[in-house]
């Protein structure tokens, strides 16, 4: 069974729906651990309701990034993760960290990606009148938000949106297309290669897949 390994900051809803697929079995795979950059966050609170070691680690506690890192990616190790997934891990990456990871550390972002990496997807997409918005799934590269992307769900935006609703909307997409998209990946049927993300050995476009 492939083992995942899981960083949060925050609440951990997306970390929900991956520990209910584990359980289920929409993912073939277990959580191994979650580590938080938040001691507080309550992701870690549903990690250890699900029976998953639950680890914070303070910035404060090491000189700089790289320092903090080298720690995680020891702490993260010991596990032997076969992917390691970010949801919602709101802190940047050292060029060690992904590289150390790389081809198999994924990221869920709150938009149509290319558009809107960076904070405050929600409020962009309000404040543009788009009548679109959505979530990314992707594998993460040196570039913030700039990885090949796996698949994205779109939402409406309607007229009178307040923040909350378009946050809610985009996140119950989430729910669905994070756990399907680790699915593949430890089924073998998603990986990356040359920069790009392949599933059942077809390339995918820029955009990955459209999952309306
Ligand atoms: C999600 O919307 C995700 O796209 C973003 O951060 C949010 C995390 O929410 N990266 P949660 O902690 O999973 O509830």
């Known amino acids: ?47 250890r309701a699900a029976g998953v070691p639950a680890h914070a680690l303070a910035a404060s506690d090491f000189p700089d990034r790289d320092a903090f890192d080298r720690q995680l990616m020891q702490e993260i190790d010991a596990f032997a993760p076969d992917l390691v997934v970010l949801a919602g891990y709101m802190r940047i990456l050292s060029s060690a960290f992904v590289a150390h990871y790389q081809d198999r550390l994924l990221n869920i972002h709150p938009s149509l990606l290319p558009k809107y990496p960076g904070l405050h997807t929600h409020r962009q997409a309000l404040a543009n009148g788009d009548d679109e918005h959505g979530t990314s799934v ?32 985009v996140q119950h997409q989430e729910h669905a297309i994070y756990p399907l998209v680790i699915n593949w990946f430890v089924e073998g ?15 995918l476009p820029p955009q990955g897949y459209a999952h309306d």
């Not at 390994?5 to 277990?30: E, F, K, P, T």
């Not at 570039?143 to 009178?160: H, R, S, T, W």
């Not at 049927?189 to 390339?203: C, F, I, S, T, Y």
């Open 1 to 47: 069974m492939k083992k995942l390994v899981v960083l949060i900051s925050g609440n951990g809803s997306n970390l929900q729906s991956i520990l209910d697929a584990c359980a289920d079995g929409r993912i073939n795979g277990s959580v191994a651990a979650v580590f938080s950059n938040k001691a507080t966050a309550f992701g870690l609170t549903r990690a």
């Open 138 to 169: 992707h594998f993460v590269t040196d570039e913030l938000d700039g990885g090949p992307v796996v698949l994205q769900a779109k939402v409406p935006v309607f007229a009178d949106d307040s923040e909350e609703a378009i946050t809610a909307r």
């Open 189 to 203: 049927r998603l990986a990356m290669r040359e920069g790009k993300a392949w599933l059942d050995n077809q390339p």
